[in-house]
């Protein structure tokens, strides 16, 4: 018999995410590599929005969104690591067209 597979739907503000990059060794923009063990105070993440719950009102699936890392729950999908935090906890979102943003571009 095989298991019987479920829709996830996220409930009122919350929003689920996955992290792009995985936290480890990086590169500053003058190509001086940072290695995983060095520790950042305060350091926000990209992610990628995979499910709303029906209050969201600025993030749509697909939008990236910065966080703090100590704010969010883990949870675990089909081998896949993801993300739930409540929409408030967003700290802002990557649009494609200019609206009424910073002029910075990822």
């Known amino acids: 018999m095989s298991e019987a597979k479920f829709e996830v739907q996220m409930l ?7 992290v792009e990059q995985e936290p480890g060794e990086r ?3 003058g190509g001086i590599v940072i290695p995983a063990t ?15 719950g029906h ?3 600025t993030v749509k699936v697909g939008d ?9 729950f883990e949870v675990e999908i089909q081998g896949q690591d ?5 929409e408030r906890d967003l700290h ?10 910073t002029g910075l571009y990822l």
């Open 12 to 18: 009122h503000d919350r929003v689920m995410l996955r």
């Open 27 to 29: 590169r500053s923009s």
């Open 38 to 52: 060095v520790q950042q105070a305060q350091r926000l993440v990209w992610a990628k929005v995979c499910g709303i």
């Open 55 to 57: 209050h969201v009102r």
């Open 64 to 72: 990236r969104v910065l966080f703090h890392p100590d704010d969010q």
């Open 82 to 86: 993801y993300l739930v935090m409540r």
């Open 92 to 101: 802002a979102v990557a649009k494609e067209g200019p609206e009424h943003g």
